[in-house]
């Protein structure tokens, strides 16, 4: 039986792979995508608009596009690019969703979009969207300093809004799924471990960084000039975090993704990082997180019996 958002997306599992600027593109989108998940493409660079129809020999499954509405608020004609692809469905982000919904439904797209608050949230409900992706502070990238993590905005936002909701920020696995189910979300959205993948096209160098994160191994950056974002631990971002101020930290960020130079930027990484340990294909990634929902809620609920029973005794 299938849950809103399967429904909505057209998808076996709802596990849904973030939209990475440069590195969303259509081998890994494809890979998410056949393994049952939504992969994403990016639209912010020319590769990544390209890909919007390379991907198309590649998988024959839905396949998302992410909308920076910064990016393209002053640029409508990105929802034609879009239309041209063959899109259905659009995650949109970092911006006013009512500049865009309209024109995306209009063109027959489904429309999701990324929240980091209860303000946002709200006001992408009243604009119409048809579902949330939540995310906490903890997840990777660009954050508000003042965010929620997911544990206390899932629950905030599912008791407010009654969209489906895609959760997002610390999933990675069953575990964190089954908790985002419980918290109020029928699907789940994963980067980092997204990018500890086989199909992954980054840098070995990144990829060995976040299996070797540890729980304190990722920082929420404030310098000023550039974006807050949440990134790992390592390289530049280390030395930033020790104070020593850097300026235009994202200008040389494909050096660090695909080079593997971790003192030319700083790596967009969540803290759920400290739970991923290998490199595994995206098709395991996708099933497993989902699949092995209901053996987790087992295990719950035997650990809830057995404090019942001990309570009654």
């Known amino acids: ?84 692809a063959g899109v259905r469905h659009v995650f949109t982000s970092a911006g006013d969703p009512a500049l865009f919904t309209a024109r995306l439904h209009d063109a027959g797209m489904t429309v999701v979009h990324v929240v980091g608050s209860l303000k946002g949230a709200m006001k992408a409900a009243d604009a119409g969207v048809d579902a949330l992706v939540v995310e906490g502070v903890e997840g990777g990238g660009f954050k508000s300093a003042l965010g929620a993590s997911t544990m206390v905005l899932l629950p905030l936002v599912a008791e407010r809004v009654g969209l489906p909701i895609i959760s997002a920020g610390g999933m990675c696995d069953a575990r964190s799924c089954a908790a985002a189910v419980v918290l109020g979300a029928e699907g789940v959205q994963m980067g980092t471990r997204m990018l500890a993948s086989e199909e992954a096209a980054v840098h070995t160098n990144f990829k060995d960084a976040i299996l070797a994160a540890d729980d304190a191994g990722t920082v929420l950056l404030e310098v000023p000039g550039n974006p807050t974002m949440r990134v790992l631990r390592t390289g530049l971002a280390a030395r930033i975090s020790e104070r020593e101020p850097d300026a235009a930290l994202l200008g040389r960020v494909t050096d660090l993704y695909f080079a593997g130079d971790l003192e030319a930027s700083v790596a967009n990484t969540g803290q759920v990082s400290s739970r991923i340990t290998d490199l595994r294909p995206v098709a395991e990634i996708v099933r497993r997180t989902w699949c092995e929902i209901e053996e987790v809620l087992d295990a719950a609920r035997s650990r809830l019996g057995s404090r019942a029973d001990a309570a009654d005794s």
């Open 1 to 84: 039986m299938s849950n809103r958002i399967q429904q909505l997306l057209g998808v076996e599992f709802p596990v849904v792979q973030a939209p990475m600027t440069y590195i969303a593109r259509a081998e890994l989108a494809a890979a998410v995508s056949e393994g049952g998940g939504l992969g994403m493409i990016e639209t912010l660079t020319a590769e990544g608009r390209a890909d919007l129809l390379r991907v198309r020999q590649l998988t024959d499954r839905p396949v998302a596009a992410n909308l920076m509405i910064q990016g393209w608020k002053r640029d409508p004609s990105i929802v034609d690019v879009l239309v041209a």
